[in-house]
């Protein structure tokens, strides 16, 4: 989680240089692509912090409906 933490703020980083988006078809291709690595980093780290969420719901056995003990 810590190293895909660093990887996100990174992308983020580079991300707040051409926002906010105005115009997307005067944006460059490595424009778009480091909109797109940063698109894919939150989505990983999302998932990934949901998955890690359940299973301290599930070690700590904390009921709750977006993470059901089973």
């Avoid at 895909?4 to 988006?21: D, N, T």
């Avoid at 460059?28 to 989505?43: D, G, I, P, T, Y």
């Avoid at 990983?44 to 599930?58: P, S």
Wanted: proline letters at 4%; one cysteine or more; aromatic letters at 10%.
């Amino acid at each position: 989680m810590q190293r895909m933490r660093q990887y996100l703020a990174h992308s983020f980083h580079r991300c707040r240089k051409i926002l906010p988006v105005t115009n997307w078809q005067a944006m460059s291709m490595e424009q778009h692509e480091m909109l797109a690595a940063f698109r894919v980093r939150f989505s990983e780290f999302q998932e990934h912090l949901g998955k890690t969420m359940r299973a301290v719901a599930i070690e700590e056995e904390i009921s709750c409906p977006a993470f059901p003990v089973l």
